[in-house]
Every structure is written in structure tokens, then in C-alpha cells.
């Protein structure tokens, strides 16, 4: 069974930080790009950054480059999102996403592997 696990969110105060982990089983991540994204409350999918295969291409979201960093362990079939100088606005949930080619978009029908989300919420 496909499965993209996420872990890591919570609540964090503003300026904080959070790292993002999102665990892959059945299938091998490392033949994926991959990719975040979030939805805020009452809102659409927003896409967040992305990475390909190797690690050695990301792409960020304006709003989100200097503050949050994508990587990746492929022999641990794992993905990372580094959250840091947290804002109010980057409350969402955050899911994690492998596509057969590189996207940067927030269409879910643009990629072949989608997880359940994990929950950032930042407040003071």
C-alpha cells in the first residue's frame, strides 16, 4: 500500500520554527519530485515548494523563499520541510506530494501520491 506520511507540525509562536518530515512506504521516493503543499483555514491548496529527484533542484513559493528549505533523505524515504521565522499567515495544514515529473502547482490531479496532512498552526 501507497502510503505519505507527515509529522512534525504543531503549534509554534510567531518567528518560531518547525521541520516537516513526510514518510513514503510503498513505493521508492527517490523515483519521485516531490513537493508541499499547504491549505490555510477557508481557503485553496496553495503550493509551497518543490523538489526533484536527486535533491539537487528546489523551487519555492515567493512568499516562502529565505524562510522555509525542502530536502530530502532517499535512503530513508523521507522528505523535509524546514520552517523557520514563522508567521501567522503559514497556519495551514501541510501536505506532502510526489509527482512523476517536476510541478509547481497546487492542482491535486498533477500529482500521483498525496498524504493526510499535518497540522502548523502559529500563534501567539
Known amino acids: 500500500e501507497v502510503q505519505l506520511v507527515e509529522s512534525g507540525g504543531g503549534l509554534v509562536q510567531p518567528g518560531g520554527s518547525l521541520r516537516l518530515s513526510c514518510a513514503a512506504s510503498g513505493f521508492t521516493l527517490s523515483s519521485y519530485p516531490m513537493s508541499w503543499v499547504r491549505q490555510a483555514p477557508g481557503k485553496g491548496l496553495e503550493w509551497v515548494s518543490s523538489?526533484?529527484?536527486?535533491?539537487?533542484?528546489?523551487s519555492y513559493a515567493d512568499s516562502m523563499k529565505g524562510r522555509f528549505t525542502i530536502s530530502r533523505d532517499n535512503a530513508k524515504n523521507t522528505l523535509y520541510l524546514q520552517l523557520n521565522s514563522l508567521k501567522t499567515e503559514d497556519t495551514a495544514m501541510y501536505y506532502c506530494?510526489?509527482?512523476?515529473?517536476?510541478?509547481?502547482?497546487?492542482?491535486?490531479?498533477?500529482?500521483?501520491?498525496w498524504g493526510q496532512g499535518t497540522q502548523v498552526t502559529v500563534s501567539s
Open positions: 506530494a510526489a509527482s512523476e515529473y517536476i510541478v509547481v502547482t497546487a492542482t491535486r490531479a498533477d500529482y500521483k501520491y
Open positions: 523538489i526533484g529527484t536527486g535533491g539537487e533542484y528546489t
